[in-house]
């Protein structure tokens, strides 16, 4: 991978891991577009980090995800990574559940957005020498927790989709690399207040480019990568281990 030669699209980049990625994709010399859901997130990581083209996505919004396909056109995007995600704790015992938003928007952010986004890119990305799309998706894809149903199934799904996709442009001769990052907890606003043994948002940026670095179709993070191991010598073991959580 060139840096110098690289034109990212970092999904979810004004705050936590995205915004640890754009850091660091700058300071290797690779033109970034970021993109964050609302106008002053965007516009405080604006400020932060000039040399970004920062835009406001909300990626489950299909017109929103259209406007900036067209928006890329003739950019030369050759490296797709899909960061933005949120987590909702959902209770399916509690009629108060505390879910600030229901499935169906939790779903179209971290399932359809991304998967809906890579259809729109992939064309222009073809194009591209080097091109990659990553899926920044979670130790959790591996192993579930009983907090965050709905969160886990889309991760797991996500990490399906990569693998078909995957195969799907191998199959059509398409020169597009898929790569999937796995997290483990990550010190940010989605985990404040929550969990222990956190790792930094850098930490972890750092970890995933020198896996796409390295051309990884697979980067296990920080603790992920002992969750790996673990869940191929038993995958009940690995899930007695995150249900709880
Ligand atoms: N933190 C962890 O422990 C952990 C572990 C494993 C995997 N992950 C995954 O890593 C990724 C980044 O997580 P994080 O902890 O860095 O999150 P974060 O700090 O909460 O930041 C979330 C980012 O996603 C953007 N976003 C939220 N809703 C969006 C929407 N509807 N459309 C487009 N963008 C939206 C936010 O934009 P605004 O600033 O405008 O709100 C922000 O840039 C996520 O996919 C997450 O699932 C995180």
Redesign the pocket.
């Known amino acids: 991978m060139n840096w110098h030669q690289t034109h990212a699209l970092v ?9 640890a990625l754009v850091d660091l994709l700058v300071e290797k010399g690779a033109a970034v577009t970021a ?4 106008r ?3 516009d405080q ?1 604006r400020q932060a980090c000039p040399k970004v083209n920062w835009r ?6 299909e017109n929103q995800r259209a406007e900036m396909v067209a928006r890329l056109q003739g950019q030369g995007v050759n490296l797709l990574i ?6 909702q704790l959902h209770d399916f015992t509690q009629e108060s559940d505390t879910l600030h938003f229901g499935t169906e928007l939790e779903t ?3 399932f359809v ?1 991304p998967v809906e986004l890579t259809r729109g890119m992939l064309p222009l990305m073809r194009a591209q020498a080097n091109a990659r799309v990553v899926f ?5 894809a591996l192993a579930p927790k009983r907090s965050s149903p709905v ?1 886990c199934a889309n ?1 797991a799904g996500l990490r399906s989709f990569a693998k078909s996709l995957r195969a799907q442009l191998r199959h059509a001769k398409w020169p597009i690399g898929v790569t999937e990052a ?10 404040r207040g929550r ?1 222990r043994g ?1 790792i930094s ?1 850098q930490a ?1 940026a750092s970890q995933i480019l020198r896996g796409i670095e390295s051309g990884k179709s697979e980067i296990y993070v920080g603790a992920s990568a002992l969750l790996r191991v673990i869940s191929r010598i038993s995958p009940a073991l690995a899930e007695a281990i995150m249900i709880k959580r």
Do not use: C, E, F
């Open positions: 999904t979810g980049g004004t705050r936590g891991i995205g915004r993109t964050g859901r609302s002053a997130s965007v990581a406001v996505l909300d990626q489950s919004d899909h960061n933005a995600g949120v987590q179209a952010i971290n957005g920044v998706t979670s130790g959790l969160y991760k796995l997290p483990p907890l990550v010190d940010t606003d989605m985990t969990g956190k948002p972890a």
